[in-house]
């Protein structure tokens, strides 16, 4: 069975702009998480969707926003990038009503 | 206020030493538990986790941790440490009701692996 898959793996972009990352969940996951990594601050978790739908929401700006479709594949969106969204964003994946999430690559992003 | 400590941030070990790695919690009740590694550049894998039961829990690997909630730790060990285990070790805590997707990470240990 895939894994979960994230793309781009590598992005650069410049300050005031907006980038869009895509995950796509292990087949039959559902819930689509996302978090943020970076030296300072560590994981944190961003939100979760599932069936569509936001369910859980971390501590971010209202830059920071999600969706996700129909076939669960996922896609979060930054506006108006600052210097410290340099990050690996990483999308995990769950089964629902299993205990495990399941992570992707990540997405390395450099705002310059 | 909920959060996961791991006070070592770098380790170095021989290989073929054992290794443990702490981890210690807050949490208002008894939470689900998580170890990950990371190698660099990849993602998280899960290495083993706790949610109930008997509190020496076995992974892959060849990883063992123990919860103790006397000491509200949960640490992570191996007899015999590779040199591929050099890597970021992370420890989790998640809530027991739902939102098991929302996961306080620690801020990681670095293992270096001697030859």
């Known amino acids: 069975k895939a894994g979960v898959t994230q793309t781009p793996r590598y992005l650069i972009k410049t300050r005031g702009q907006q980038v869009t990352l895509s995950c796509s969940p292990i087949s039959g996951h559902r819930s689509v998480s996302w978090y943020q990594q970076t030296p300072g601050q560590g994981l944190q978790f961003l939100f979760e969707?599932?069936?569509?739908?936001?369910?859980n929401k971390g501590n971010f700006p209202g830059r920071f926003s999600g969706r996700q479709f129909s076939n669960s594949r996922s896609e979060m969106n930054v506006s108006t990038l600052e210097l410290g969204d340099s990050a690996l964003y990483l999308c995990a994946s769950r089964r629902e009503g299993a205990d495990t999430q399941y992570f992707g690559p990540g997405t390395r992003l450099t705002v310059l | 206020a909920q959060s996961v400590t791991q006070p070592d941030i770098h380790i170095t070990v021989s290989e073929g030493a054992s290794l443990e790695l702490r981890c210690n919690y807050s949490?208002?009740?008894?939470?689900?538990l998580f170890w990950y590694v990371q190698s660099p550049g990849q993602g998280l894998q899960l290495l083993l986790k706790?949610?109930?039961?008997?509190?020496l829990v076995q992974g892959i690997k060849g990883f063992e941790a123990e919860f103790k909630r006397s000491q509200s730790s949960f640490n992570l060990r191996k007899p015999s440490v590779h040199w591929s285990d050099a890597a970021e070790y992370f420890c989790a805590v998640g809530p027991t009701s739902g939102g098991y997707n929302k996961l306080i990470f620690g801020a990681g240990t670095r293992l270096a692996v001697h030859p």
């Open positions: 949490y208002g009740a008894t939470p689900y």
């Open positions: 706790y949610f109930s039961g008997d509190t």
């Open positions: 969707y599932f069936s569509e739908t936001q369910r």
